[in-house]
């Protein structure tokens, strides 16, 4: 039965459980007064836009695709600070949003925040732990109406929600996404330069421990990605002296977040992981580490 509360809506989607799941819900409760709006900062992995319209068209949901690239290389020019960066996109994207919600008559806009989003984010009387875009990188004024539908939930409940609403294991069971995208996992500046560099990273990170579950050799861990790291350091290219980036390689098993152990990946696999980021990426980088750090004491994301 759907919802008799008038109005249009808007929903920022990336492919994430969190918004798919919130996607979901608004779709079935108001239908096609939603309109679904995936915005590509140019820090999103390797052909984002394209999964997320092929994951959501399954489910009846369409996706318009805008392109902001050269806006949020823009606004980030210069930004070291990753809470800065956090609040720098959490703006941006609610400008857009309204750009967008302009075009469709839309006041609602709804978005995928779940519990850990919010208390990270502190509130006064928890500690900020980091400012999540959707959170505490909101801008103190907005045009659009919030309606967050999973606030409360944590990532497992979430899962839950999602496998209940029948929308695909691959959909439900996806690994989470920042949603500031690669720009947190660049730490410093977050060039595009930079950013093409950490595409390719991540999509060897992704490819080689998705294979190597698939045959068993692993569990397939909760999350799992790279980080550039700003220092280069001394290698050897050839016969010649090289001055590369370092990528480090993160990888927790997790519950719903809050806590995380990392995953003690084989070696091999690391050894794969390591030689191809070195090889395909032997222009800019020449070291590969591998971080063994629980939550706490450090954060799953390293900014």
């Not at 918004?19 to 390797?46: E, F, N, P, Q, W």
């Not at 020019?77 to 857009?96: D, T, V």
């Not at 450090?298 to 900014?303: F, G, L």
Request: glycine share 10%; proline share 4%; charged share 30%.
């Amino acid at each position: 039965m759907r919802s008799k509360i008038s109005g249009k809506a808007i929903i920022a989607t990336s492919g994430g459980v969190d918004s798919t799941v919130a996607a979901v819900l608004a779709h079935r409760a108001i239908g096609d007064r939603l309109h679904c709006v995936y915005i590509d900062t140019g820090y999103m992995r390797k052909g984002e836009g394209e999964g997320i319209r092929e994951m959501l068209g399954k489910i009846g949901i369409a996706v318009d695709v805008v392109d902001a690239r050269e806006k949020f290389y823009s606004a980030l020019r210069g930004i070291a600070s990753p809470e800065e960066k956090r609040k720098a996109i959490g703006e941006l994207f609610i400008r857009s949003f309204e750009e967008e919600a302009r075009k469709s008559g839309a006041e609602f806009l709804v978005q995928g925040t779940i519990a850990p989003d919010w208390i990270e984010s502190g509130d006064g009387i928890r500690d900020n732990i980091k400012s999540h875009h959707n959170v505490g990188g909101l801008p103190k004024e907005y045009r659009l109406k919030i309606v967050e539908p999973l606030r409360d939930l944590y990532k497992d409940e979430v899962r839950a929600v999602g496998k209940a609403l029948g929308i695909g294991e691959k959909a439900y069971s996806r690994q989470p996404f920042p949603g500031p995208g690669l720009a947190i996992r660049i730490i410093g500046e977050a060039t595009p330069e930079k950013a093409a560099v950490l595409q390719q990273a991540t999509s060897i990170v992704e490819e080689e421990i998705e294979s190597s579950a698939s045959k068993g050799e692993c569990k397939l861990p909760w999350q799992y990605f790279a980080v550039l790291l700003p220092t280069r350091t001394v290698g050897v290219l050839g016969d010649k002296r090289a001055y590369g980036y370092t990528i480090g390689v993160r990888a927790v098993e997790s519950i719903d977040g809050m806590t995380a152990s990392y995953s003690e990946l084989p070696h091999s696999l690391l050894a794969r992981i390591s030689n191809r980021i070195t090889r395909e990426l032997k222009d800019n980088v020449n070291r590969v580490v591998y971080d063994i750090t629980s939550k706490p004491p450090a954060t799953i994301e390293w900014e």
